[in-house]
């Protein structure tokens, strides 16, 4: 059994923490509070504030570090003054300041660490630097209380089968090339289709007008998956029908036209069956009956009900987020950096440098013991 | 190694030496990228934070120095809202 509670404030029974992300393109800030003990059903975590900006591109355009740095050094302050607000705190109240060391871009990582060492000093409260994957993970966890799942981790710049073993978060799997939201923000582009609320989102609404499905190549390898052919397969093919060039694949078996809605139901169906693949595998590898779906492309539906489907035929559970919880938040980093806080970890302003590259399988997990 | 023969300094004045202080912790941390085309120095004498920047050419500097403030922005932002 582990003591979480040998740094507390002598004076309280809770603890209170505010995590800083922006190693994409949303800039969250979010504070949590955690009762004393361990967390259960019975003693959860609460969310004082979350809150998000993001910055979001014209379409047919991506996000570029440059850009997506100077939207977030534009609304850190304003959005953390919010966090404040809506949590009725003052800075001083906080036991930690939690930010994203990596994985991440790293230009949007350095301009938000700035705000958190400045602040971190103004309130004299100390920094615990997170894995953006690990606090994916924790806050799974946390929210739909699956103890201990197959993490399937889907976002715009990672593509992860993860389970817990001896501390760490170990990968199974994971792509070899593009994250699979990737995949499908630039094929977003290519349809220059808009990129707000998100390019996922807009791509499954489309594909739920989807009919015909377009055999597209499965390419799975192993535990592991490449989704840069299937990009470019695709790509060449939205490219033949928006030229009007012929091409075979393009004609539906009824004879009628493949459209870009066909397009996206077919892209759809062809990564989610590769995902469902691998996370079958790894449960069947690990022998544990719970996935947790985190990441932004977790808020897919068509992906949870997929994974759905499998896990049913396995008597296992599926567990899924919403969108304040699996689009990257601030939050997920209050809360998996106050775990680490409270066995001990922070980080002195010299070790407080982000990378853009962070292995989830890394961080030595020390608050669980199973 | 090439010699850095393009020097330039940089002064900001802050209101308390506690902040210039601040300003020079938050912004030391973070490594410089090539090393052997510019270096940049902090310090701090009472209550202003001075910055050497000493380079290859004219260009590095300036993307060094323009860096440089885009982060000071940020800090001198958090220290008007946050520092009561």
Redesign the interface.
Known sequence: MINLDKHIKPSRDYYLALGLEGSANKLGIGIIKHPKGELTATNRAEVLSNVRDTYISPPGEGFLPRDTARHHRNWVVRVLKDALAVAGLVGRDLDCICFTQGPGMGAPLQAVVIAARTIAQLWDVPLVGVNHCVGHIEMGREITGAQNPVVLYVSGGNTQVIAYSKNHYRIFGETLDIAIGNCLDRFARTLKIPNDPFPGYNIEQMAKRGKNFVELPYTVKGMDLSMSGILAFIDSLAGDMFAGNKNKLLVAADGSSVTPEDLCFSLQECLYAMLVEITERAMAHVQLQQVLIVGGVGSNERLQQMMAQMVQDRNGSVFATDERFCIDNGIMIAHAGLLAYRMGQTNELWDTVCSQKFRTDEVYVNWRDD | MASLDYIFQLDVPFITTRQAT??L???S???ILKPNEITVEYSTKDTQLSIVFKGLSDRVIRVAISNVI??L???V???E???N
Do not use: G, R, S
């Open positions: 601040i300003a912790n938050t912004l941390p973070d490594p885009e982060n922005k940020t800090i932002e958090c220290m809202e946050f520092d």
